[in-house]
Every structure is written in C-alpha cells, then in structure tokens.
C-alpha cells in the first residue's frame, strides 16, 4: 500500500494527501542533524511531493505545519519553492502555520501535499513476472550522508521525467529501505534479501527519498538508462 490518502470527489476525479514529517532536524541547539531550514523545506516537500505523483497525482496545493520557530517561515518556504521549481508545477498553491506560543528546544515540521487524480488508472498491486524489470533511480541516503552526498539522491526533474511516463511504475523509498518497498509493489511475490542482486544496500534507510523504485517492461529499458543515466541501479532477481 502507498503512503497516500485517496479520497473520491467526483464521478471522475479523486484527492490524493501525501504527507512528510521532520523532527530534530535544523538549526536549533538541540538539533540532532544541523541543516540550514531552506534545506529542510526542500528535502520535506520532495518526500510528499514524490509521493503524490508516483500514486498518479497532480499537485494543486501544500500545507505546511512548521514547529521550528517563526523566523524560520520564509526559509522553509524558499525550499519548498524551490522543489516545487524543480518539479515545474510553480504555481501550486502554499499556506500552513506556525506555532507561535510555545518554543520548542527542538526544530519539528509536517508537509502535506493535495493532488488531483483522474479516475480510471489502477490502484492495484503489480503482477510480477518474467517480463518484469526493476531499477533503483539514486542512492539510499540518510542524515547527514543527504547533504555531504547529495550528488548520489534522484533529482527531482529525473524523477518527474520517469514518473510520468505511462508505461513506468514508481515508488519512492523512504525510511523503511528498498526492500520493504518493493514488498508493497507485487500482489503475487514477496522478496528475499538473498533473492536480489544489485549495487545499493536494500536495507538503508532512503531518508528524504533520495531513491525511488521503477517498474518496467524489459523492452523499454534503454529508454529507463537513458532517462535516469548515473542514477540508475539494475535490481535482478532470482527465481
């Protein structure tokens, strides 16, 4: 199952909620990762964001709970913007709130972002088969490995690019690892970690989404490698 609420609107179109949380993640004293908050607004966004256009959706709007202080409003906001930029959907529309009354020793934020998605397209689990191909697009990276190798995560412009080709499935890797994830993909075949050949490591945690998963024909492969380029991870699988 994906990480998104799909609620019905209409006879032909659904809302889909995608949400990201951070905690002790900024500038504050007691922060266990220090980052700059334009940062952490950019790398809170993608994982929502991401999350909302792999299930099908278009985003029309993001809400932002921001426990990091009031200064840090407009920092958070320039990096939303900035991967709302890198997305080419500008013009989504932003509002949210802070808390005001009550300071915290530590930085915390919720990101929630609304899509619009047409009816008709299946919600359902995958079939694996022999035709099957997986790749794993970035690295899985955590904490401070998100900033010191930052050149190894999916961009958001490759992601945007593979997700919305119709004959890919994605879905970004998140806290859990790949592995976890792909578990949730197939209806018919649960994997082993001993079933799996690849380059990155299955179990890491992928952070902000600094990797997602693609599902594909065997026959569109090129195309894959061509889009995704050094980013690209062959996942094979055996049996």
């Known amino acids: 199952m994906r990480d998104v609420l799909i609620i019905p609107f209409t006879d032909e179109m659904s809302i889909i909620i995608a949400s990201d949380n951070s905690g002790a993640i900024g500038m504050k004293p007691a922060d266990s990762v220090k980052v700059?908050?334009?940062?952490?607004?950019?790398?809170?966004?993608?994982?929502?964001?991401?999350?909302?256009?792999?299930?099908?959706?278009?985003?029309?709007?993001?809400?932002?709970?921001?426990?990091?202080?009031?200064?840090a409003w407009n920092e958070i906001t320039a990096g939303i913007r900035k991967g709302l930029s890198e997305l080419g959907i500008e013009e989504v529309e932003l509002t949210g709130s802070t808390e005001t009354n009550f300071p915290m020793e530590q930085s915390a934020l919720s990101i929630n972002v609304l899509g619009k998605k047409k009816k008709g397209s299946a919600d359902e689990k995958l079939h694996y088969d022999n035709k099957s191909k997986i790749a794993v697009i970035g690295a899985p990276l955590v904490g401070n490995d998100v900033i010191k190798r930052s050149s190894e995560g999916a961009p958001l412009a490759v992601f945007k690019e593979v997700a919305s080709h119709l004959d890919i499935i994605t879905l970004p890797v998140g806290s859990k690892g790949i592995l976890a994830e792909l578990n949730v993909l197939f209806s018919n075949r649960h994997f082993k970690k001993s079933e799996i050949e690849t380059d990155v490591d299955l179990l890491q945690s992928a952070g902000p989404s600094t990797c997602f998963i693609a599902v594909y024909n065997a026959s569109i492969e090129e195309d894959m490698k061509n889009m995704t380029g050094p980013y690209f991870h062959s996942v094979k699988v055996q049996g």
Do not use: K, Q, W
């Not at 929502?48 to 029309?60: D, R, S």
């Open 36 to 71: 700059p908050y334009d940062t952490l607004g950019y790398y809170s966004l993608r994982v929502a964001a991401m999350e909302c256009i792999a299930a099908g959706g278009e985003p029309f709007a993001v809400t932002l709970h921001n426990f990091c202080g009031e200064t």
